[in-house]
C-alpha cells in the first residue's frame, strides 16, 4: 500500500525542469477549439462567438472543453500601430477588438486564445512578434488572452539555426532515429539544441509572457524542429513535434506513428502537441474520425477541436463528447499517456507511417482501471484482440470487468482477452476495471 502511494504521490509532481503555471494553467492538456481547420484566414469576431455558444449549446463546455482560439489573419496586414507598435486587430472582422471578443468569452465562462508566430510575419503574412515580444505580450494580456499558439514562420535568415534536425515526419525520407542522410548541414552528434536560435525565439517569448502579469498558456509550434521535445518542457506547456495535420488519413496516421515513439515526453505540465483535431473535417470515415481521436486522446496532447461547430452532425459530435476518453485525457493522478505496447501489424518498435503502434493501454483514476485500445492500420476489416497477460498494467489478473468506451455497453466479466472484428482504419476502446 505504501509503494503505491508513493508512485500516486509521484505521478501529481512535474518533471524537474517543467513551466509551472498558476492556477494548474497548463498541468493537464489542454481542450477547446480553434478557428483555422474550419475557416483559415475567413475568420472574424461573429465566428469566434458562434463557435463559443455552441461549446456551451453542445455541452462541449462540461466536458472540458474550455478555450476558443483566434488562429492566424485576424490583425491589420503589413503594419503596427505607429505609436505603441502593437498589431492592430482588423476593425473589420473584429469591430470591437480582440479584447471585446475576450470579454464575451470570459462572461460565457470560456477562455480565449490568440495566435503569432516566431518571425517576422506569420504563416498568411500578416504581422509577427519576433522583437516585438515584450509589447504583444502585454497587449495580449491587457487584451485578456488566456492562450497563446506561437508558430514558425517568417523566420529572417539571421535567426535560422547553424544546422538542420532531422524531423521523420513522414514527409521526408528522414528516418525515426536522427540520420537524415539526403540533409545538408545536420547537426553534429550531441549537438545541445538548447543553445539553437530556434530555442532563443521560443523562449524570448516565454519570458514575455511569465513578465506580462497575466497566466497565459504558451502553445509552442516549431513544427518539431530544433529537437523541440528535448527543452520544450521548460519553454511552454504544449508543443508540437511535427509539421501540420489535415484531414487526410495519411497524414494523420504519419503523425501518430511518429509521435508514438514520443510518449516519455508526456507529463504534467508538459505535453507533446501533435496538432488540431481533423474530426468532422474533409472526407474522413466515421471509423477514420473515431481513431484520430482516440489516438489523440490516449496521446495526451491538446484535444483542440477544428470544425464548424453550428453545422457538426450528431456522429461527429458523439465523437468528440466521448466522456471514456475525455475522462482518460483529463486524469489528475496520472500524466503519463497510453503507451504502445505491442505494434500489431510491424515487429515492436517499427517505424512505420502507414502502420503506427495497434495497441495501447494505460492507467487511469478516473476511469478506476486501464484503458486499453486496439487500431487496425490495415486498408481492409481485419481482427484485434487484446490479451489481457500481455497489457503492462494487467499483469497478475486473467479475468476482468470490461466496458466498451464506444457504446458504454459492460461486456461483463471477460477472460483471458477480447477480440474485435474492427473496419479499416478504426480503433476499439475499453476500460479494464477490477478483477472478477
Known amino acids: 500500500m505504501l509503494a503505491h502511494l508513493s508512485v500516486a504521490v509521484l505521478s501529481?509532481?512535474?518533471?524537474a525542469d517543467a513551466l509551472v503555471r498558476k492556477d494548474g494553467v497548463g498541468r493537464l492538456p489542454a481542450m477547446g477549439w480553434n478557428s483555422w481547420n474550419a475557416f483559415g484566414c475567413d475568420v472574424n469576431s461573429t465566428k469566434i462567438m458562434t463557435a463559443a455558444t455552441e461549446m456551451i449549446q453542445l455541452g462541449l463546455k462540461d466536458l472540458g472543453y474550455q478555450y476558443v482560439n483566434i488562429d492566424d489573419c485576424w490583425s491589420v496586414k503589413g503594419t503596427r500601430n505607429a505609436t505603441t507598435h502593437r498589431i492592430i486587430p482588423n476593425p473589420s472582422t473584429f469591430p470591437q477588438?480582440?479584447?471585446?471578443?475576450a470579454k464575451q468569452v470570459h462572461?460565457?465562462?470560456?477562455?480565449?486564445?490568440?495566435?503569432?508566430s516566431a518571425g517576422e510575419t506569420t504563416c498568411a503574412g500578416y504581422p509577427a512578434s519576433l522583437g516585438y515580444e515584450k509589447i504583444d505580450a502585454a497587449a495580449f494580456a491587457e487584451w485578456g488572452?488566456?492562450?497563446l499558439k506561437y508558430d514558425n514562420c517568417g523566420v529572417?535568415?539571421?535567426w535560422t539555426d547553424q544546422y538542420n534536425f532531422c524531423v521523420p515526419d513522414g514527409t521526408s525520407a528522414q528516418n525515426p532515429n536522427g540520420t537524415c542522410p539526403t540533409m545538408t548541414n545536420p547537426a553534429p552528434a550531441g549537438y545541445n539544441w538548447a543553445t539553437s536560435k530556434t530555442h532563443t525565439r521560443y523562449t524570448r517569448m516565454r519570458d514575455a509572457l511569465l513578465g506580462a502579469g497575466r497566466t497565459i498558456l504558451f502553445s509552442l509550434c516549431d513544427w518539431g524542429n530544433a529537437d523541440v521535445n528535448t527543452w520544450a518542457n521548460s519553454t511552454g506547456n504544449s508543443w508540437r513535434m511535427a509539421g501540420d495535420i489535415s484531414a487526410d488519413w495519411t497524414r494523420i496516421s504519419e503523425i501518430a506513428n511518429e509521435?508514438?515513439?514520443?510518449?516519455?515526453y508526456v507529463g504534467f505540465w508538459g505535453h507533446p502537441d501533435p496538432d488540431m483535431l481533423e474530426v468532422g473535417n474533409g472526407n474522413l470515415t466515421i471509423p477514420e474520425n473515431r481513431a484520430h481521436f482516440a489516438l489523440w486522446a490516449i496521446m495526451k496532447g491538446p484535444l483542440i477541436i477544428g470544425t464548424a461547430l453550428n453545422t457538426i452532425s450528431t456522429t461527429h459530435l458523439d465523437i468528440l463528447k466521448n466522456k471514456y476518453l475525455i475522462q482518460f485525457h483529463q486524469d489528475p493522478v496520472y500524466g503519463r499517456s497510453a503507451h504502445p505496447y505491442k505494434w500489431g501489424y510491424n515487429p515492436d518498435w517499427t517505424f512505420d507511417p502507414a502502420h503506427p503502434a495497434e495497441y495501447w493501454s494505460g492507467p487511469s483514476s478516473t476511469l478506476d482501471g486501464t484503458l486499453v485500445l486496439m487500431y487496425n492500420s490495415e486498408n481492409q476489416t481485419a481482427t484485434?484482440?487484446?490479451?489481457?497477460?500481455?497489457?503492462?498494467?494487467?499483469?497478475?489478473?486473467?479475468a476482468y470487468q470490461v466496458t466498451d468506451a464506444w457504446s458504454g455497453k459492460h461486456l461483463g466479466?471477460?477472460?483471458?482477452?477480447?477480440?474485435?472484428?474492427?473496419?479499416?482504419?478504426d480503433a476499439a476502446v475499453l476500460v479494464v476495471g477490477h478483477r472478477c
Open 97 to 101: 477588438g480582440i479584447s471585446g471578443v
Open 259 to 264: 509521435n508514438s515513439f514520443k510518449m516519455n
Open 145 to 147: 488572452i488566456d492562450y
Open 384 to 398: 484485434r484482440t487484446a490479451t489481457w497477460s500481455e497489457v503492462p498494467e494487467l499483469k497478475g489478473g486473467n
Open 12 to 15: 501529481l509532481l512535474p518533471t
Open 156 to 158: 529572417p535568415s539571421n
Open 107 to 116: 462572461r460565457l465562462g470560456l477562455k480565449i486564445g490568440i495566435y503569432s
Open 413 to 425: 466479466c471477460v477472460k483471458d482477452s477480447h477480440s474485435v472484428q474492427l473496419e479499416s482504419h
